[in-house]
């Protein structure tokens, strides 16, 4: 158990070390500090947007490959109307910040996506 003392004693000597070893030719401490800051919260922003870019792909993708490899008109409307009510529901959540008019657009959009892959799909051949 340390106490606030040798707490502080201990962050400054680490301070002092980090300054010297900075100091000579490169950045200094705070500099140091800032870049390390912001290389984590650049690795932590781009995981995010890979987390959703692989979640729209896979929100396409999979209800795509459902209606194609069951190609009935039931299966097809339920799949539709089960993946759109579901990514409202995930935009609804995850959309904390915008108004209601870019969820109910973002869906629309989506939904769209989806009834033209059905209405092409229905379409008979030859």
Not at 59 to 78: D, E, F, G
Not at 100 to 110: C, E, G, L, P, R
């Amino acid at each position: 158990m340390f106490g606030t003392d040798a707490e502080a004693k201990a962050v400054q000597a680490l301070q002092r070390t980090l300054t010297t070893y900075c100091s000579e030719d490169g950045p200094s401490y705070q500099e140091w500090a800032a870049s390390n800051a912001r290389s984590k919260k650049q690795k932590t922003d781009f995981r995010i947007r890979l987390l959703i870019a692989a979640s729209a792909g896979l929100a396409l993708i999979v209800p795509m490959l459902i209606m194609t490899l069951h190609r009935t008109k039931l299966t097809s409307l339920l799949t539709t109307s089960f993946f759109v009510i579901a990514v409202a529901i995930v935009l609804a959540y995850v959309m904390e910040d915008a108004q209601n008019k870019d969820i109910v657009a973002a869906t629309a959009a989506y939904a769209a996506v989806l009834v033209v892959f059905v209405g092409t799909a229905m379409t008979p051949s030859g």
